[in-house]
């Protein structure tokens, strides 16, 4: 009967074909802070063909979005994985991976509706389908643009603390333009492709300017005190 239906998830556990490592977030539907309005539950004109109606009950297994993303003009697809007791779903995106911040069963509703793939009367050619736009999504986010799974950043390396007084300077100066853990001031650590560590600040490019100039006025004034 229908309260034994209610009971059953509306999609087979299901793994995600290739999956980028990279985390970004929390998210929007390419995966960054935005506040925005809901999207409307109503089906977009251009929603692609292979959408069925959602089941009666929203489990675990891939979604597409009913609206085309800001970013690519697009449909996106992800994987919710439903946690056990809760109405709240973990999140992976082909483009930037699996998200920290979970996704209430409200916003899934409003946002996607289930990927043909993960639906029981989906077929094989509906699991391939999926599985190429899964890997073309993956591959277009090889880059460090909005919806992309790269970040491009700052990072002044060496002998930092005997200037410490300038980073302080610069990112007093520039708050404006720099986030609050950017202006923490916290020693990281790097590993590069290559294997090289590096410790050091991480720091806006654009301000690197600025904090060069501090430095040389710092080392002038240790020269000459008069100059201060």
Not at 15 to 34: E, L
Not at 91 to 100: L, Q
Not at 173 to 198: F, I, P, S, W, Y
Request: aromatic share 6%; proline share 7%.
């Amino acid at each position: 009967d229908d309260d034994d239906d209610d009971d059953k998830e509306a999609f087979p556990p299901t793994t995600s074909p290739h999956q980028s490592s990279a985390r970004r977030g929390p998210d929007d539907d390419d995966g960054h802070r935005k506040e925005e309005s809901s999207a409307s539950a109503a089906p977009a004109d251009d929603e692609p063909t292979d959408i069925e109606p959602p089941a009666k009950k929203w489990g675990t297994g891939f979604y597409v979005s009913r609206r085309p993303l800001p970013s690519t003009r697009k449909h996106g697809v992800l994987l919710a994985v439903r946690k056990a007791g809760t109405a709240n779903f973990v999140i992976t995106r082909p483009n930037t991976g699996t998200s920290p911040f979970e996704m209430p069963l409200q916003e899934l509703r409003d946002k996607y509706k289930a990927h043909a793939a993960s639906l029981k009367v989906g077929d094989a050619g509906a699991r391939r389908d999926l599985e190429a736009e899964w890997r073309r999504q993956w591959t277009d986010a090889d880059t460090s643009d909005r919806g992309g799974r790269k970040v491009q950043i700052g990072f002044v390396s060496g002998t930092v603390l005997p200037f410490w007084r300038s980073f302080e300077r610069t990112a007093h100066e520039n708050r404006a333009q720099m986030t609050k853990a950017e202006q923490a001031l916290k020693v990281c650590r790097l590993v590069l492709d290559d294997g090289t560590r590096l410790v050091g600040i991480r720091f806006p490019r654009d301000v690197i300017p600025s904090l060069r100039a501090h430095i040389a006025r710092e080392k002038q004034e240790r020269v000459d005190p008069a100059s201060r």
